[in-house]
């Protein structure tokens, strides 16, 4: 893995501290945690006065001080960051060139792990200082090259860890919004209503259902295109989170359809404010509202109802707000 500073290994004295190095890392501590103690050993089983562990930053092309054992006050987290391309920087060149280098007081050993495609990857730095001139750049068989590889180690698997957490979520996500407008779609929706229906029986207060349609959207797509009528949608999902509260919850349930979920009776003042706001962007909403218990005491039931009278809203013309008592009475 890594290239080569040497001070060979004696393998009686080695196997203590190559082991406790291994439980280190395969004990799956927080990496700081890891990279703090394989630095300290590295400091005492290679004879350093100092070792300081860099990560590097592919980005932003930087070396971040990660963890540090030995020297007077030393502080990983209050140390700078090392620009990858400062020519006179020892742990940069090692970095730069994947190869371990020496200087008069210090060696730095590249951490470096092979990637999926079978090349080599680096990590990071580790950084040894000496009281007197280092060891010489040898063959990879010395103890700080053996602890820097276990250091590269618990880097990439720390960082795998992450993408697999991100990539994760990114999933959970994606089932779960809109790609469009980046609110919840409509399974999500109907989940959360579920939940909010259960809730509401529990504690014997009402809830609001309100389902929205853009008036006129196939008429806008004909007129102006498709991205006109996904600018729309997209102004339609951003006033209603404007406009709700932060316990409400909203949804796009169709191609120009949204609803909103809101505790308590008030789900016509909800639905008339966010009329009045989509008016100011040349929009106009018809909308739909329903209240549990009265129009229903299930999703199935409390959908229905409010379909049936958004369907009358849009009878009645653009920009009309109806109840489900009205659309029953006609």
């Known amino acids: 893995m890594t290239g080569g500073y040497h001070r060979p290994v004696d393998p009686v004295g080695a196997q203590p501290t190559l082991l406790e190095a291994a439980r280190t890392v395969a004990r799956g501590r927080d990496l700081e945690a890891q990279l703090a103690a394989l630095a300290e050993l590295a400091r005492s089983a290679g004879g350093a006065e100092s070792v300081a562990i860099h990560l590097l930053d592919p980005v932003g092309r930087w070396l971040v001080p990660a963890a540090t054992a030995g020297g007077a006050g030393q502080n990983a987290h209050e140390a700078p960051t090392i620009p990858l391309d400062d020519g006179s920087n020892l742990a940069a060149g090692a970095a730069r060139e994947r190869r371990s280098l020496s200087g008069p007081n210090s060696v730095a050993v590249p951490l470096i792990v092979a990637d999926s495609a079978g090349g080599d990857e680096v990590e990071g730095v580790l950084v040894a200082s000496f009281a007197g001139s280092p060891p010489g750049v040898g063959e990879a ?25 991100e990539k994760a979520e990114w999933i959970e996500r994606l089932a779960s919004t809109d790609a469009l407008t980046g609110i919840a779609n409509r399974a999500t929706f109907e989940r959360m209503l579920e939940l909010e229906i259960a809730r509401a029986s529990r504690q014997a207060s009402q809830l609001s259902v309100v389902l929205l349609d853009i008036d006129d959207f196939a008429g806008l797509n004909q007129r102006s295109g498709a991205q006109a009528g996904d600018d729309a949608l997209r102004r339609v999902a951003s006033l209603l989170a404007d406009q709700v509260r932060l316990v409400d919850t909203i949804g796009r349930l169709g191609a120009d359809e949204f609803g909103v979920i809101a505790p308590g009776g008030g789900g016509a003042v909800v ?50 707000v109806v109840s489900a008592s009205e659309a029953r009475a006609g």
């Open 141 to 165: 068989d010395d103890m700080i090259t053996a602890l820097a590889d276990l250091a590269a180690v618990a880097i990439r698997k720390t960082r795998l860890q992450h993408a697999l957490v």
């Open 271 to 320: 639905a008339r404010r966010v009329g009045d706001a989509a008016g100011k962007l040349s929009l106009s909403l018809s909308a739909g509202v329903v209240v549990l218990p009265d129009d229903g005491g299930s999703s199935s039931e409390l959908m229905a109802s409010a379909q049936a009278a958004l369907d009358a809203a849009k009878s009645r013309g653009p920009g009309a």
